[in-house]
């Protein structure tokens, strides 16, 4: 264990596997008119043997011990790795033998141990409206998780856009507010990834979920998924593979900050308050040089 758990009340979200596996796979209004129990993406059912699976914003820790116990079915060995503000329910589910290997409670990626302890190590990250969510600067929170993986890891986040009352519609691609700007900022993103990272499949979709804060009614959240790559892991022959994760993580957003904006909260979308966690989505702005 690292860190103190901050107090916080219940959240309003059911971390079974069913359920986050539903939200980290793109669905579009359709999908939900025949199917009552959608089936788990693969970034859950295909992880290798012997692979390292993070959450951000990990709740109780359900989630990781039942992809722990799906691994232990297939004979598979895992390793968890917690990252929770709040408190885990460490009697359930860090004993025996499917319980969460390390917990980090901290904020990331306002803390960067957990970037200094295992850059380069993860098989995959979830974030299911987690850190990206509630953070100051969610773009640091996107490069944190590129350090983290290994060039063959995957990261899936699905995050908040605009007050939960908007009408769930089939236009995907109507704009709405969310935690990384508008379509202009999401495109600088995807290229600071590209040119920066050498990660060349980042996207950013709204898709449809069903929602636990307004029971049962569909709505339409972000999507954002990539792979990792040498370069993030510290794994290729380039100048920043031999800095230390905490300087090349500092450059990267200090970089982001100039070439993308920092973040600036939308004051008529601070919808969702739990403790010190809200929900309000962003804006971004670049200073004149």
């Known amino acids: 264990l ?8 219940t959240w309003p979200q059911n971390r079974a596997l069913e359920n986050i596996g539903a939200l980290h796979t793109f669905h579009r209004l359709q999908d939900f008119d025949t199917q009552t129990t959608l089936p788990l993406p693969p970034l859950l059912t295909e992880l290798p ?30 390793t968890t790795i917690a990252v929770s503000g709040t408190k885990l329910n460490e009697e359930q589910h860090l004993k025996g033998e499917n319980a969460i290997d390390h917990v980090y409670y901290t904020l990331v990626p306002n803390n960067t141990i957990l970037l200094e302890q295992h850059r380069g190590q993860a098989d995959l990250i979830l974030d299911s ?36 009352g ?8 109507r ?4 935690m990384f700007g508008d379509a202009v900022t999401r495109a600088k993103i995807i290229n600071f990834f590209k040119q920066h990272l050498d990660i060349h499949d980042l996207t950013m979709k709204a898709s449809v979920i069903r929602s636990e804060v307004q029971v049962g ?13 040498q370069q993030a892991a510290g794994l290729c022959n380039t100048r920043t593979a031999s800095m230390s994760p905490l300087t090349f993580y500092n450059d990267l957003i200090t970089l982001a900050d100039r070439e993308i904006g920092k973040p600036i909260e939308d004051s008529d979308n601070d919808w ?18």
């Open 49 to 78: 043997n012997h692979s390292t699976v993070i959450d951000f914003g990990a709740g109780s820790g359900r989630l990781l011990y039942e992809i722990k116990e799906a691994a232990h079915q297939r004979n598979h060995a895992m």
């Open 129 to 164: 409206y987690g850190p990206a969510t509630y953070t100051d600067n969610p773009i640091h929170l996107l490069i944190y998780a590129a350090l983290l993986l290994k060039p063959e890891g995957q990261f899936s986040c699905l995050s908040s856009t605009g007050h939960p």
């Open 217 to 229: 009614q569909l709505k339409v959240d972000l999507l954002t998924q990539f792979s990792g790559s």
């Open 2 to 9: 690292y860190g103190d758990p901050l107090n916080a009340p």
């Open 272 to 289: 969702f308050i739990a403790g010190r966690f809200k929900v309000v989505t962003k804006h971004y702005t670049q200073q004149a040089r």
């Open 175 to 178: 704009p709405r507010p969310s």
């Open 166 to 173: 908007t009408e769930c519609t089939d236009d995907l691609e």
